[in-house]
């Protein structure tokens, strides 16, 4: 079996995929992709995910594309390396529901303040005439530029996506109470986990982890994956963005200056 994963370190989708086939054990052939040169959006990339974004497997020379795809479709295949979806039928309906939700809620609101605190530069340079040929060119996420512009997406939109990380963080950590953790269907990682992931791992990076100062299972559940096995091969330096932007580095370490100074 060969497996060519195309991704960027940095994309929240492709960290899901890298982290089941670590977790699964299975080997692949990585292409790392530069989101901001372009490369989802050449022909030859397009031919395999005519969607124009990252992640996408090709496994045996046939591609599977959108990562909550992806991560079932290596469930179907390698089933009996350490399962992560659950055996009953109730369950999995369960879990698939989880995943509609993080899909739908918390994986798009993340977008926003990621665009605005850390990619916008990449774009500022642009002249309009540039920037409206690069909307253009995305299959996906025309409007989703178009929106931020280039001076970024307004107060008011970063407040909505708050507001719904808020909510997406409560209803992880219900779950996580409903199941006893650690894991959140409890005693068993599952994909409803590896989904939500990145967005909780980003919240951490870009300092939004008050929204759950509160919620001690959820602490316990960010620790508990970041010593999974497979999460240190997933987030190899790079796939952090306070590794990439020096500036969130900056403003991470005021931040826990002052909540070390506070604390004395
Ligand atoms: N639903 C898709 C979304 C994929 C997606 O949005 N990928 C982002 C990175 S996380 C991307 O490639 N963005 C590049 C672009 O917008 O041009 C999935 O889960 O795979």
Redo the contacts with the bound molecule.
């Keep these: 079996m060969s497996f060519v994963l195309y991704n960027?370190p940095q994309?929240?989708?492709?960290q899901r995929v890298r982290f089941t086939l670590h977790a699964k054990g299975q080997g692949f052939d990585e292409r790392k992709l530069d989101?901001f040169s372009g490369d989802?959006?050449k022909p030859d990339y397009l031919t395999i995910n005519p969607n124009?974004?990252?992640?996408a497997l090709v496994h045996d020379g046939d591609p599977v594309?959108?990562?909550?795809v992806i991560m079932e479709y290596l469930e179907d295949i390698l089933p009996e390396v350490a399962p992560l979806r659950p055996k009953s039928p109730k369950d999995v309906a369960r879990m698939r529901a989880m995943l509609r939700f993080i899909?739908e809620v918390p994986a798009p609101a993340i977008r926003i303040p990621s665009y605005n605190l850390a990619f916008l530069p990449h774009f500022q340079a642009m002249s309009a005439e540039e920037f409206q040929a690069l909307c253009d060119s995305?299959p996906?996420?025309r409007e989703f530029l178009m929106k931020m512009g280039r001076t970024g997406f307004a107060q008011e939109d970063m407040d909505e996506a708050l507001g719904r990380l808020r909510r997406a963080v409560k209803r992880m950590n219900d779950w996580l109470m409903e199941s006893g953790g650690p894991w959140i269907m409890g005693e068993q990682l599952t994909y409803a986990d590896i989904a939500i992931m990145p967005v909780i791992v980003r919240m951490d990076d870009i300092n939004l982890d008050d929204a759950w100062a509160d919620k001690p299972m959820l602490t316990a559940w960010l620790d508990a994956i970041r010593a999974h096995p497979a999460f240190e091969a997933t987030y190899y330096h790079g796939s952090l963005l306070t590794e990439k932007y020096p500036h969130l580095q900056a403003l991470r370490a005021r931040r826990e200056t002052a909540a070390v100074a506070a604390s004395a």
């Design positions: 960027a994309s929240t989708c492709s989101l989802q959006l124009g974004v990252v992640p594309v959108d990562s909550a899909d995305k996906l996420r």
